[in-house]
C-alpha cells in the first residue's frame, strides 16, 4: 500500500495520484477506482474529488509482494457479528481456502482482509470453522477466538449445530420425504466421492434427510438436514437417488445443466440454528436462527420461471 498526505489544496484526485506515479494512466487510475484500491481518508470517492490540504490518499497496490490476503477483494455479507461469532453468507463460485494459498481472493482471504484492515494483528483474523464447496452458497461460520473455535468445534460434534439447505434436483424423489443412509468414500485423485449402500472399506457414514417443497416439471425444490457433514454429501446421495442438485457439473446431469444454463450446483446453506444451551463464549447466537438470502434460483422456482 502507498499511502501519501495531500499538500495542495482543491487537487483533483486524479491530478494529486498522477503527479505521485507518473507511471500511471487514465485507464490505470479508473482500474484502480473499479477494483476499490484507491481511497481518500478511508472511503472511495470519485477521481474527479477536489481534495483538501492534509488529506490521506492510499493506494493498494497489486503487487506480487506481501502476504495475498491483502489483495483479496474486499465484499463480505455479514449475517451476524459479536466478539465471538462472525456469520457470513457466502456467494457461489467463492473458493472458501486453498491449502497452499494459491488462490488470492478466498472467503478466508476476504475475512482476513477486513480484520487487519480494522486494526488486528493477521495471527488473531477470524477461524473458519467449517467449509462449503465452491459451487454452493450459503451461510459460513467463523470464530474470532479460540475459545469460540473450540466451543463451536463441540457444538458440531455433537451435531448440535442445525444446518438446513436448499436446492433444485433434475427429478423428481419418490418420496416427499426421507431420511438417506448411505457410505462414502472419498477419492481424492479425482476430487470425489463414491456412495454405497453397504460398509466398505475406507467409507463413512452419511445421513441427511430431505423434504420436498414443491414441484416444477422436471425439477423439484428440497429442503434439506445434514445430519453428518461428508465431502459433497448432498450432491452425492442425491445423484445417487437418481436427482442430482441442478447445475452440479460433477454428479449431476450436465444435458441438463446446459439446457438450465446453470454455472453453479443450485444449493444453498439457507439456515443455521443453534441449541439454546451453549457455553458463555457463544452466548450471543443462543437458541437463534440466521437465514441467507434466497438464491436466485429458488425466486425463479417459486415464479414458475424454472420447469
Known amino acids: 500500500m502507498d499511502e501519501f498526505t495531500v499538500n495542495i489544496q482543491g487537487i483533483r484526485l486524479d491530478d494529486f ?41 492510499r493506494l493498494y497496490m497489486p503487487s506480487n509482494d506481501g502476504p495475498k490476503y491483502l489483495r483479496a477483494r474486499e465484499e463480505l455479507d455479514i449475517v ?71 466451543a463451536m468445534t463441540e457444538l458440531m460434534k455433537r451435531k448440535q449445530l442445525n444446518k438446513e439447505y436448499l436446492t433444485i434436483t433434475f427429478g423428481r424423489p419418490s418420496k416427499s420425504e426421507a431420511q438417506l443412509i448411505n457410505y462414502i468414500v472419498k477419492y481424492p485423485e479425482q476430487s470425489k466421492v463414491r456412495v454405497y449402500d453397504k460398509i466398505v472399506d475406507g467409507a463413512k457414514q452419511a ?32 445423484a445417487y437417488i437418481g436427482c442430482p442438485v441442478l447445475g452440479d457439473g460433477k454428479y449431476g446431469n ?34 437463534k436462527t440466521f437465514c441467507g438470502k434466497l438464491p436466485w434460483y429458488v425466486n425463479q422456482f417459486n415464479n414458475k420461471e424454472l420447469k
Open 17 to 57: 495520484i498522477l503527479s505521485q506515479h507518473h507511471e500511471f494512466t487514465n485507464i490505470t487510475l479508473y482500474k484502480f477506482l473499479k477494483a476499490n484500491r484507491i481511497k481518500v481518508n478511508g472511503r472511495k470517492v470519485p477521481l474527479n474529488t477536489r481534495l483538501d490540504k492534509g488529506d490521506t490518499v
Open 80 to 150: 451476524y457479528e459479536d466478539d465471538s461469532v462472525l456469520i457470513i453468507d457466502k456467494p457461489a463460485g467463492i473458493i472458501i481456502e486453498t491449502p497452499d494459498d494459491s488462490v488470492i481472493d478466498t472467503l478466508v482471504n476476504r475475512v482476513k482482509l477486513r480484520h487487519v484492515k480494522a486494526g488486528g494483528e493477521e495471527s488473531s483474523a477470524p477461524r473458519l470453522c467449517h467449509r462449503l464447496d465452491t459451487g454452493t452458497s450459503g451461510l459460513v461460520i467463523f470464530a474470532k477466538t479460540k475459545e469460540a473455535e473450540d
Open 207 to 238: 445421513v441427511l434427510d430431505y423434504s420436498v417443497v414443491e414441484h416444477s416439471g422436471r425439477l423439484s425444490l428440497l429442503r434439506v438436514h445434514l445430519v453428518t457433514g461428508r465431502t459433497h454429501q448432498i450432491r452425492a446421495q442425491l
Open 254 to 287: 450436465n444435458v441438463a445443466n446446459r439446457e438450465y444454463k446453470f454455472k453453479y450446483q443450485a444449493l444453498c446453506a439457507y439456515r443455521l440454528t443453534f441449541p439454546k444451551s451453549v457455553p458463555q463464549v457463544l452466548k450471543g447466537v443462543s437458541g
